[in-house]
Nanobody, 123 residues
Framework: QVQPVESGGGSVQAGGSLRLSCTTS????????IYWYRQAPGKEREFVSA????????WYADSVKDRFIISRDNAKNTVYLQMNSLKVEDTAVYLC????????????????WGQGTQVTVSS
């Protein structure tokens, strides 16, 4: 059973950058698409980005397109989320999820979730 773990969160000023990592243990990493979501206080969880098994396909929310870049290194069992030009509204707990199903899962329902990492962007 795969277990995702997020890291790389922190505090940054608006306009700055952070790189989040999602590392998994258990399972075969290259058999899972990895999804990033975020949840701000008082708000629903929202999709941020996803990457397919081999890294050839990626999907972004409109709110982060052209600012965030998702990538993966299957040799290191890690997916990265490079976040650039950060805005105050990007402040949230960022969570990654692993999903073995083919095709993008648009329901937000995944079996394997990490605990999340806090990202705080100040003005």
């Amino acid at each position: 059973q795969v277990q995702p773990v997020e890291s790389g969160g922190g505090s940054v000023q608006a306009g700055g950058s952070l790189r989040l990592s999602c590392t998994t243990s258990g399972g075969t990493f290259s058999h899972y698409a990895i999804y990033w979501y975020r949840q701000a206080p008082g708000k629903e969880r929202e999709f941020v980005s996803a990457i397919g098994w081999g890294g050839e396909y990626a999907w972004y929310a409109d709110s982060v397109k052209d600012r965030f870049i998702i990538s993966r290194d299957n040799a290191k069992n890690t997916v990265y989320l490079q976040m650039n030009s950060l805005k105050v509204e990007d402040t949230a707990v960022y969570l990654c999820a692993a999903d073995p199903r083919a095709g993008w899962v648009t329901t937000g329902e995944h079996d394997y979730w990490g605990q999340g990492t806090q990202v705080t962007v100040s003005s």
